[in-house]
């Protein structure tokens, strides 16, 4: 199986958060032929293995897409599918460049379930493992190496009140549902920044209204994405501030995450990406990943890379350049060497094989998802 065949086989079995345990074995069969031991957990994550002993170098991926099944189509250069760019393009590069291992210490390479959800995959993860180098595969570019993601809090606020009569001076229950909601926007934009990925942001995704006889229900759908150096309970206590803790739904909450740009795993993969004829480029996101929560927890050496835009995410027009795809497995392979080939982290020296990304000025801003800098 060549690695082309590695990502279309897992592009062709179609796998939304819930329904991911066909792809798991297709993954696991493809990791098998490639020379891995593997199983599912009980989570069911597919863990491919290959090598002994430490370090551990860990590929955190995930199997799982959003919803909307996709033809999987190969043409010009380019292979069309759900999950090309998020993050199923990553996962077979890491696959197949992890093949080649033949040195000291063990690569992991983890097709985690949920990620598009809940994480589930990664919170079953987290506390039974614990990799010395970590990378987490979604979309970078090939050239690209993520180093940061803003954190998320996602809320259910919910209202109830009396119906009134339009004519009434007392206000309803939706206008005090919109009132609180512009107490909120107002509580964001007092912490914005020149830099999307330093600002905290909201986003109203759903108004709910509901009426039962004069009793009236306004629930609101609130996402925010928080900037390093704030925390979530921050937000709590805002909602606590104004009265509507208790009546709040925490859906969804992970910290905000920024690694060293200088870190092991940065250098590595920059190194790579420079042998491959290219300038790195450091992101910092404006989304989540499961590094969100692995970062915090193992406290190693990390950084999030793989092939594709993330401009194509969760679109219908997904898809992934082949050649972009092939030049990630190179740098890939030349990441887990460098990795596998450093002293265990009691004694951890950085190689100084491996060349430190400086980062410059800010790249363009605008509506990209992310925010780079260039490595020198």
Known sequence: MDEVEVLRSLLETYSPSGNEAAAVRKFLGAAKSLGFSGHVDRAGNGIARIGVGRPKVMFLGHIDTVEGELPVRLKGGRI?????????????????????????????????????????????IIPRHRPDFLIVGEPSGWSGVT????????????????RTHLSSPAPTTVEGALAFLERLRAFAASRR???????????????????????????????????????????????????????????????????????????????????????????????????????????????????GDSHLDHTDGESLDVEEYRRSVGILDS???????????????????????????????????SRPRRAA
């Open 80 to 124: 069309a599918g759900r999950g090309a760019c998020d993050a199923k393009g990553a996962l077979a590069a890491a696959l197949v460049a992890a093949s080649r291992h033949a040195g000291a210490g063990e690569v992991l390479v983890v097709a985690a379930v949920g990620e598009e959800r809940d994480s589930r995959g990664a919170r079953h």
């Open 147 to 162: 180093i940061g993601y803003k954190g998320n809090l996602a809320l259910l606020v919910r209202f109830e009140g009396e």
């Open 193 to 307: 920044d020149e830099s999307g990925f330093r600002s905290l942001t909201m986003k109203v995704h759903s108004i709910t209204t509901r009426r039962a006889g004069s009793a009236e229900v306004v629930e609101l759908g609130v996402n925010l994405r928080l900037p390093p150096g704030m925390r979530t309970s921050e937000i709590v206590a805002f909602l606590e501030e104004n009265g509507v803790a208790g009546r709040t739904e925490v859906v969804d909450r992970s910290e905000a995450v920024e690694v060293d740009p200088r870190n092991v795993v940065v250098r590595a993969l920059c190194t790579g990406i420079r042998r491959a004829g290219a300038q790195p480029t450091l992101l910092r996101k404006l989304g989540t990943s499961d590094m969100n929560l692995a970062v915090p927890a193992w406290d190693c050496p990390a950084a999030a890379y793989g092939p």
């Open 335 to 369: 990441a887990f060497t460098l990795l596998a080939a450093q002293p265990l982290p009691s004694g951890l020296v950085e190689s100084p094989k491996l060349a430190s990304p400086t980062p410059r000025g800010p790249g363009p801003r605008g509506t990209s998802p």
